[in-house]
């Protein structure tokens, strides 16, 4: 049987980490597998390392997993990661555990979760009413970003294109004050929802959303939400119904604080 050539990209590694992973590959080579480290962040590869921990890594492997779903995937932090089917280890890196993960064997591309996608937005407030029908056809418009601690997911008035579902992990959403101060509204965890409303209108971000920990999101963009709601008007009355009643709630909620404010004077 010839010898199998298999690329690996590692992502966000300083070149110390670099040189690292390229000895282990070359020890781990033998007459059936031959590993090779790729020169360019970017290339395609077989088996891709992420270093979880640097935000400008996180982000290249979200757009880098767009056009390439099939690569077997580990990551590394130095921290424990949130529930992930995909393969962990620890950061610095040890020769020895990441060399146990390389063999084939050892690694195994996730299946789609699909089905945790949808059990998440079939609970969430904003999309459980909808019939299970579009509820899968949100799912299929949807992708997943995946983002480290403390991590900055959109800033107050900055333009909204997007809506965030929590598949893992939390999120603080907080405003800054006049004197600059930041002011936590809430937090918000696995089933609940971040920024629809700029999303829905494309106007300006009411608050700034930060990761608390490392983060799934299931992303769903404008420019496909908008036509399926447009194709499915079924869909947008279920979800106006839904809107109305929060902003109701929310309503009744700022009466109870100002006749609290009131009583208090």
């Not at 420019?223 to 809107?243: G, S, T, Y």
Request: hydrophobic content about 45%; overall charge neutral; aromatic content about 6%.
């Amino acid at each position: 049987m010839a010898t199998r050539s298999i690329t690996v990209n590692a992502i966000g590694f300083l070149e110390k980490d670099r040189r690292m992973i390229r000895n282990i590959l070359s020890v781990a080579s033998n007459k059936d597998y031959s590993y090779q480290l790729t020169m360019i962040g970017g290339e395609t590869a077989d088996i891709v390392i992420v270093n979880t921990d640097d935000p400008v890594a996180m982000t290249a492997w979200n757009d880098y997993r767009q056009i390439s779903p099939d690569a077997h995937v580990i990551l590394a932090s130095a921290v424990p990661q949130f529930t992930t089917d995909y393969v962990c280890i620890k950061r610095p890196l040890i020769a020895s555990q990441l060399h146990s993960v390389l063999a084939p064997g050892e690694l195994k591309t996730p299946a789609p979760r699909t089905g945790q996608k949808y059990e998440v937005l079939a609970k969430s407030f904003l999309f459980r009413n909808l019939s299970a029908h579009h509820q899968e056809k949100i799912v299929s418009l949807s992708r997943v970003m995946m983002l480290p601690a403390q991590q900055v997911v959109f800033e107050a008035a900055a333009t909204g294109e997007e809506m965030f579902v929590v598949l893992n992990g939390r999120l603080k959403v907080s405003v800054a004050n006049r004197e600059g101060r930041e002011i936590v509204l809430g937090s918000i965890g696995p089933g609940e929802i971040v920024g629809e409303i700029a999303m829905l209108d494309g106007r300006g971000r009411s608050a700034t959303a930060t990761t608390l920990t490392p983060c799934e999101l299931l992303v769903i963009h404008r420019r496909d939400f908008m036509p399926f709601l447009e194709q499915n008007p079924k869909a947008a009355i279920d979800l106006i119904r839904v809107l109305a009643l929060r902003l109701r709630l929310n309503t009744e909620q700022l009466a109870e604080l100002i006749e609290g404010d009131e009583v208090l004077r």
